[in-house]
């Protein structure tokens, strides 16, 4: 999606407020005992209160209003009765449809108590997204995320989901572009004025590549690696980034 007006920017910030405000409100429900699916239900509540939509659920058909991955799941995890424990880390990722816009974001969550490890993973992840999204504005190469991925991963020991993408976004779920979590020496694509993206790195404490489970849905990598993610939604301008997440 392209931003050509105020009204567009305005539908996108209500949308992105919403998405934001059910993140914060799972977040603030996370501990030793709740199941994912109640986790989910909590999300659902926020949407519906809102006046929007599942994004995943009205353009998918996924079995759940948000997508909640406890690892070595990383993304796309299906709500269900499994029991969040003490220690385990949290992917809450939440897509809303309100008014024709669509919006996208997402976060990772310890369970305390939080190891040093995952501490720094966390914080990693987030950060790298940060110095992204600052660094973006249009006329920039697409090719600077994945370079501040891998260079903010390399330099604490951390490694790339490689076939994860941040992506377009706006009027539908998943737009184009992609925008790869690694550095494409040779992509000539450029951002544009008033293009609506997400940025998301996932960085890993290992592992390279997300493979399927057993399920259509969930995407993991091998179990003695962690995986964090963190994202938001963003319209680019000339003068750099919007958050609207």
């Known amino acids: 999606m392209i931003v050509s007006s105020e009204a ?8 992105g407020r919403i998405v934001r405000l ?3 409100t799972m977040a603030s429900a996370l501990e030793p005992g709740i199941t994912t699916l109640e986790l989910d239900q909590i999300g659902r509540n926020v949407l519906d209160k809102e006046g929007s939509v599942s994004a995943p659920e009205c353009v998918y ?8 991955s406890i690892n070595p799941v990383v993304a796309h995890g299906i709500p269900s009765d499994t029991i969040i424990k003490a220690g385990d880390l949290v992917n809450i990722d939440v ?4 008014d024709g816009f669509y919006t996208d974001a997402g976060a990772s969550f310890v369970v305390p108590p939080v190891s040093p490890l995952l501490h720094h993973l966390c914080s990693t992840t987030r950060k790298a997204r940060d110095r992204a999204i600052r660094r973006i504005k249009a006329g920039e190469l697409l090719n600077c995320v994945g370079r501040i991925f891998e260079k903010d991963a390399r330099k604490t020991g951390f490694t790339v989901i490689e076939n994860l993408a941040s992506h377009g976004v706006g009027r539908s779920i998943h737009e184009k572009p992609d925008i790869p979590g690694i550095y494409q020496k040779n992509d000539p694509r450029r951002f544009e004025d008033g293009q609506v993206v997400t940025i998301e790195p996932f960085i890993s404490t290992g592992g390279t590549f997300a493979d399927e489970g057993e399920g259509p849905w969930e995407l993991l990598t091998e179990p003695q690696y962690f995986t964090a993610q963190f994202e938001h939604t963003i319209v680019v301008t000339r003068r750099g980034s919007v958050i609207v997440t």
């Not at 567009?8 to 949308?15: A, C, I, N, V, Y």
């Not at 058909?61 to 909640?68: E, H, L, M, N, Q």
């Open 8 to 15: 567009d920017l305005d539908g996108l910030k209500k949308s």
């Open 61 to 68: 058909d996924f079995p759940g209003a948000t997508c909640i």
């Open 22 to 24: 059910a993140i914060e």
């Open 95 to 98: 897509s809303a449809h309100k």
